[in-house]
């Protein structure tokens, strides 16, 4: 049973382009989105997160949007750069006492030059 | 301070075999994961544990045995591998606080092949 769903499996922009990655979840008892950047042959590390009682966060060339009525939630990279090809994972997690994290299945990102 | 390593990096097993992948963490990190990761499927929790001595089960266990003796280790075991076990391994860490959700480190990961 697959919690979050991520969509596009890839994406290709050009330079200077938007990125949108989006994400879907079925447990409203979910109250923490990050999403991961992940380069070839490393491992994930975190990118930006937010909680569900804002709609939206902005780190620099990164936004994530967020959608609880919908429960959907969105990652924009503006300006894209080549530095910025990686896979990009979408999570959601329900805090407690485990911290455990539920990913989506990842998106393949490309930015061409 | 070296965040989450693991050992070893690369491993080949043959059908049968076991082996302990071995996390390692410097951050006095209470909770710490195990996931694999399989093209498409995203990571997988395998096992987790909430602190020293502790361990519990996550989404994919069956074939995996893990151990929490010492607070900064996490290990994962295989006992008999089988070719579905070829994946890449990430351990992860994370603190403990009360109130919500934090973010976890990983470590670089093991890519394991059985053959």
């Known amino acids: 049973q697959q919690q979050v769903k991520q969509s596009p499996q890839s994406l290709i922009v050009q330079k200077g382009g938007i990125s949108i990655i989006n994400c879907a979840y079925e447990?409203?008892?979910?109250?923490?989105f990050p999403w991961y950047q992940q380069f070839p042959g490393k491992g994930p590390a975190l990118l930006i997160a937010?909680?569900?009682?804002?709609s939206e966060k902005k780190e620099g060339r990164f936004t994530i949007s967020f959608n609880k009525s919908a429960k959907q939630f969105s990652l924009h990279i503006m300006d894209s750069q080549p530095g910025d090809s990686a896979t990009y994972f979408c999570?959601?997690?329900?805090?407690?006492?485990?911290?455990?994290?539920?990913f989506g299945t990842g998106t393949l990102l490309a930015v061409q030059p | 301070n070296a965040g989450v390593t693991q050992t070893p990096k690369f491993r080949v097993l043959k059908t049968g075999q076991s082996m302990t992948l071995l996390c390692a963490q410097d951050?006095?990190?209470?909770?710490m994961y195990w996931y694999r990761q399989d093209p498409g499927m995203g990571l997988r929790l395998i096992h987790y544990?909430?602190?020293?001595?502790?361990?519990a089960k996550g989404e994919v266990p069956d074939g995996y045995n893990v151990s929490r003796l010492k607070k900064q280790n996490f290990l994962l075991g295989l006992e008999s591998a089988a070719p579905s076990q070829t994946s890449v391994y990430f351990c992860?860490?994370?603190?403990?606080?009360?109130?919500?959700?934090?973010?976890?480190?990983f470590g670089p990961g093991t890519r394991l092949t059985v053959t």
């Open positions: 544990s909430v602190g020293e001595g502790t361990t």
């Open positions: 937010i909680r569900p009682d804002v």
């Open positions: 992860a860490s994370s603190l403990a606080l009360a109130g919500g959700s934090y973010e976890q480190y």
């Open positions: 999570a959601a997690s329900r805090g407690g006492a485990t911290n455990k994290l539920i």
């Open positions: 951050m006095n990190h209470e909770y």
């Open positions: 447990n409203t008892a979910f109250d923490y």
